[in-house]
């Protein structure tokens, strides 16, 4: 059932509409992801990703009740809604692997990774939603996919310095948000925008609190730290905003222009470590990333 704040989500639409809102997105979450810097997640990341949580779901739902909505769940529950929290659990598990990844690892190689996206985003849009994939996007998702494996066999010494697991986890981030995203964009035509956000948090807050339980006593003194729950309370209000114009540009655009767009984000995203932390620009990937914004002028002028 969709909540009434879909007359306004339903509004507008059409691809300018939804690039504005990826772009509004790729802004807020560019901040946020620089807080999985933060102190804390050297020493008790899974209190850091519970706080998180929970500030996402109090907000969530403190808004839903404060507009006089009724909670979706809550009374009775359906399949689809039920199944929904499951993908949001799989999202919450994304979340998790992408949060440590980022406070361990060079950001460019994790959005570097995480830039298969694209490639499971638009083998579900076209083969499970049946979206026109088209000549433009066919030849810049080949492109990509192309650019990418060479880059990986140039660099492939400093993935193989990596730990084994850490070799393989952005990638795996990768599949996970190409294949979390399309079927939001699938579950938020039956539930809308809104209650789609609020059924998934309630999976990523079940996710995490589990991960949490299973080191509680390592990790409970962070739950009692005020610069980590002021970190969180930010990096929360910030992913929520972001969260909501992504699923605006799926509503808005599609699938397919969605899992383009958002893996523009990757340029902005190493930027912004670059300015926070002084990382260091790796010209090979950054190259890439300047390409793959090259090739999204190109499938937006002439798609």
Known sequence: MYSPLESVFQSVDGPAWSAGAELASILLFARANTLWRARGMQTTPLAMLLIRSLVALFVLCGVTWAMGYSLPGFG?????EGLTVWLGMFGGLGLLLFATSLSQLPSRLVFFGGSVHLFFGAMIGYFVLGENMGVIRTLVTL???LAQVVLWW???QTWMALKRVQRWIPFFIGFIWGTYYPIIGMVQ???????????????????????FLTQVQRQWK???SRENIQ????????SIMGQGF???CISWGGVLLHSILTNFSTV???SAFRLRFGERIDWRYMGFFLAYGALMIVLIYFD
Not at 76 to 80: K, T
Not at 192 to 210: C, H, K, P, Q, R
């Open 154 to 156: 140039k660099d492939r």
């Open 76 to 80: 009775s529950w359906n399949v689809l």
């Open 189 to 211: 035509q039956e539930h809308g925008v809104w209650n789609t956000l609020l059924l998934t948090e309630y999976g990523v807050f079940i996710t995490l609190s589990v991960a």
């Open 222 to 224: 962070g739950l009692k």
């Open 143 to 145: 492109t990509l996919l």
């Open 231 to 238: 970190s969180m309370g930010e990096q929360a209000l910030l």
């Open 268 to 270: 902005i995203n190493v």
């Open 246 to 248: 992504s699923a605006l």
